[in-house]
């Protein structure tokens, strides 16, 4: 089962967008082979920010910080979701954590050329706290919670494992 320490930005995403993807994630359950989508993500990623390396924080990995302490992740979306914003927030407690003073967030959406700046007010980082907390709520039940509607699944690698039962 995992820690406060282990909760990293992936696992606030899914809180977001979906308990039972946080779920089958967190407890190790791994589709047989990535989505599109994913994979797309990941291009998207390699030809976007090929001059920044990633910063490793343990359970978090993000793609870049600036010299002004701004936290830079690069998104294959179209626009902007919950998930990407709990994302970048809890970067910035992971990097608060460590005495690294980040002023917020940058998501860019090269698809949809948007950028949306989120600065880390003493709200956002209540929230943040509140996210690990809600994270390993979600973790710790015996079940995996139930599906959402379909139509919320697009792009979920979890897809097939979900929908062919
Ligand atoms: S396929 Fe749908 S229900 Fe299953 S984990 Fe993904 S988003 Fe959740």
């Known amino acids: 089962m995992i820690g406060p320490e282990d909760v990293g930005g992936v696992h606030v995403k899914y809180l977001y967008h979906c308990r039972r993807q946080l779920w089958l994630y967190a407890r190790g359950v791994r589709p047989e082979y990535l989505s599109a989508a994913v994979q797309l993500g990941e291009a998207v990623h390699e030809t976007s920010y090929t001059r920044n390396s990633p910063i490793d924080l343990g359970a978090a990995k993000l793609d870049h910080l600036d010299g002004a302490a701004w936290v830079h992740e690069v998104k294959s979306s179209a626009k902007p979701s919950p998930g990407d914003e709990a994302q970048v927030r809890h970067y910035c407690y992971r990097l608060h954590a460590v005495g690294v003073p980040a002023e917020g967030g940058v998501l860019r959406y090269p698809k949809t050329r948007r950028t949306r700046r989120l600065p880390y007010t003493e709200q956002a980082a209540a929230q943040a706290e509140a996210d690990i907390a809600e ?10 919670p139930p599906r959402q509607a379909r139509s919320a699944c697009r792009g979920c690698s979890y897809l097939d494992y979900c929908w062919n039962e």
């Open 135 to 144: 994270v390993l709520a979600v973790v710790a039940a015996p079940t995996s």
